[in-house]
């Protein structure tokens, strides 16, 4: 395959984003036919990124944590229809049980508390909160009182909850006998041979070949910040695609690694199933599985996968059910997002053209909408920023700057639809694409574009 339209869209969102470094992993029928690295996983000694450079995975240990709450029912050790009360943590809704599934599936009816953006943010000092975290039950205490912020029972709403699966690192170790860390280590990095994939600082400190993580400020400028160690089950996981492929080959064998079976056949399908729908549209997936996501429709097939972001490093990891394809990508710093990028890698491994795919025909009609619009004889000026999915217009002079946001209703490749939401009510905002040229209506003035 000629991965040259891979790797000029990689750099091409990497330079728009300002993102430091990226690896990359392809596997097809149990092999790999593609890695590379791009950029710098160090910027500030100008260290090639490599396709083994380790990164911080986040909410990608999720389906870990999940694989080894499926391993402990397959023997017996728990139920996942078990409630969590059985196993130390007594958490209800409304009167009712929260169970293992619940949590597996973020069906709880525990909204988002927050205590993973706290924690990242206290360690990184980006802003006044303060949340040192630094051991589960230190999470389970924090989550006290969670009862006055419900509204739904358990099993009826998808509220995506960092603290759920901090609970289930808990009912591991507790059913295990073992420390969590210690048995995702023993009972599945090990058997699938993933040798640079870690927990701990002191593991990573030994390997030569780690990224720099990096905050992306308001200027622009890299930050470099350290990987916040501390609470595991939830998003504590650093790998490599290498590795992150093995892992991906292990769910495409239905369970098995050469001669050893992880868990069966059917306990992947009930991971894979898509147990709750997402309540918003979202091009990564529709579903929620165990530790999973699932997109139904995905060129006729069905994704599987889960993305992850601890601020400094973002990952994500891809498969397609029945194709034997799949993909890890890592960065060091926060930009495009890697499940619209994985969506594109493996839209060109099926033989599709990746530029037909809905998200791509979206951007680039933003990116011709962006810019600078004057009305009649340049009386006035408005400048039009992209925020995809939305757009910003921005109005300046020497004493005033306004600026409103603009959400998208109708994307098509000649015309665009908006609504700016201003207090006397909601006002179009139309744009036509005509031979090139670009015209816009706003309230009662029509501006074309003039410039970037």
Known sequence: MDWSLVDSFVLD?????????????????????????????????MIPAT??????IGSITKSFTALAIMMLHEGGF????????????????????????????????????????????????SESKWLPTSYPEDVIAFMRGYEEWVDVKPGIKF????????????????????KYEEYVRERILNPLGMIRTYFSREEVKKDEDVATGYIIDREGKHVPKEFPYGVTADGGLLSNPLDMVKYINMYLRWGRCGDVELITKKSVEVMEAPHIRLPYESVMADHYGYGLMVKQDFHGRRLVGHGGSVGNYTAYIGYVRGDEIGVAIAANASGYPLSLLGQYILTYVLGLDPEGLNFRKVEKVLSKLTGTYETFKGTM?????GKQPALLVEQRDKYVEEITPLTPQIIDEDYALFYAHELSGRVPVEFRIKEGRVEMTYDRYKLFKVGP
């Open 51 to 56: 396709p083994g450079t380790v990164y911080g």
């Open 159 to 178: 509220y995506y909850l960092n603290e759920g699966y901090v609970v289930l690192g808990k009912v591991v170790e507790k059913v295990s006998g073992m």
């Open 78 to 125: 728990l139920d996942i229809h078990d409630p969590i009360a059985k196993y130390g943590v007594d958490l209800r809704v409304l009167g009712e049980p929260i169970t293992i599934h619940h949590l597996l599936t973020h069906s709880s009816g525990i909204p988002a508390l927050a205590y993973a953006e706290a924690f990242m943010r206290s360690f990184f000092n």
């Open 381 to 385: 000026r408005l400048v039009v920023k």
């Open 13 to 45: 969102k990497m330079s728009e984003y300002r993102m430091p470094g990226l690896s990359l992993a392809v596997v097809k029928g149990g092999e790999v036919i593609y890695s590379r690295g791009y950029g710098y996983r160090n910027i500030e000694f």
